[in-house]
């Protein structure tokens, strides 16, 4: 049986206790969203699995949403229909009800990733999609430099593609997702090129593995960045990419059709 928080989260992270103020950074990317809406084609109805407060489901045509997190469902806009209280193991859905399905940054919280997995393999006819981040790729990110534990705290979360791929069965596709120097989803590496953003702490509890280390991380990471903004440090090593229009980072798309 899943186990799930006073808020019904599921999961490694209590959206109860981090979740307020989620929606502010985590604003969907209309590039980002373009490579979901690619991926699931021209599927009319999908269902979002760990939807949170809706970000993306712009890209589909018909959305259902399912989300346990009562904070994050509370961040839905009106414009958004609401979600159902549910966990991705036990879906509340018949055989084949959806012609996609997708999960968005949310396989690396669930208590059993095949489960859910399967749950959505069983209730989708056509392509399940993955936006995700490839832990083989986590540590590449400058933020290793300063704060290795939350990166080796990802690296440990993420299910490899490989998990992933071999859950959901059938025909599938990896895809790697450039981020935009001006990302408006605030994960980690979006502020690959504006490393000022991390050293607010609301940004930084936007991305759920900060919630993972403790306060002698957080401080020490925003001694030593802060230092070497000041002496030009970072900007020496890591400065081409305040300029450079897009990343290619750990942000891939799984897509797997039967």
Known sequence: MTTRTQDGSAGDVDYGTIGAGYSSFRRPDERIARFIAEALGDAETVLNVGAGAGSYESAARVVTAVEPSESMRAQRPARLAGAVDAVAEDLPFPDGEFEASMTLFSVHQWGDV????REMRRVTRGPVVILTCDPARVRDFWL????PEVLETEARRYPSVEEL???LGGT???TTVPIPLDCTDGFNEAYYGRPEMLLDPAARQACSAWSFVDDRVREHFDRTLRDDLRSGAWD?????LRGRASYEGSLVIVRATP
Do not use: M, N, T
């Not at 095949?114 to 997995?117: F, H, K």
């Open 114 to 117: 095949r489960a859910g997995l």
């Open 172 to 174: 599938g596709s990896l």
């Open 144 to 147: 290793y430099r300063y704060a």
């Open 236 to 240: 020496e090593e890591f400065g081409a």
């Open 165 to 167: 791929a071999g859950a």
